[in-house]
């Protein structure tokens, strides 16, 4: 199993900066990709920045040229650094990582962070 903890939400004014890590741990044999996801209330969960491994990072277009997202492949962390923010990226923001546990592809999983609440106040 992979665990997945966040940290760094809050509350900031429109046009502050806030800045999300996520360290995954347990059992883990390679880390194919993180990212960050978020719900809004009564909204679906969406995507906001996704990494794979050896690949470009790709953005919600809401969010292109304010957030930006940074994977440690060695640490197992991601951080997404948003700038800019604006009252609709009020969330709860989630970590995301997709792992193998084992050199089996069948240990494959898509894991979750607890979530962090962001708030921007206008």
């Known amino acids: 199993q992979v665990q997945l903890v966040e940290s760094g939400g809050g509350l900031v004014q429109a046009g502050g900066s806030l800045r999300l890590s996520c360290a995954a741990s347990?059992?883990?044999?390679?880390?194919?990709?993180m990212g960050w996801y978020r719900q809004a209330p009564g909204k679906q969960r969406e995507l906001v920045a996704h990494q794979s491994s050896g690949g470009f990072p790709n953005y919600a277009d809401s969010v292109k040229g304010r957030f930006t997202i940074s994977r440690d492949g060695a640490k197992n962390t991601v951080v997404l650094q948003m700038n800019s923010l604006k009252p609709e990226d009020t969330a709860v923001y989630y970590c995301n990582a997709e792992a193998l546990a084992t050199p089996a592809l069948t240990s494959r999983g898509n894991y979750w962070g607890q979530g962090t609440q962001v708030t921007v106040s206008s």
């Open positions: 347990g059992t883990i044999f390679r880390i194919n990709a």
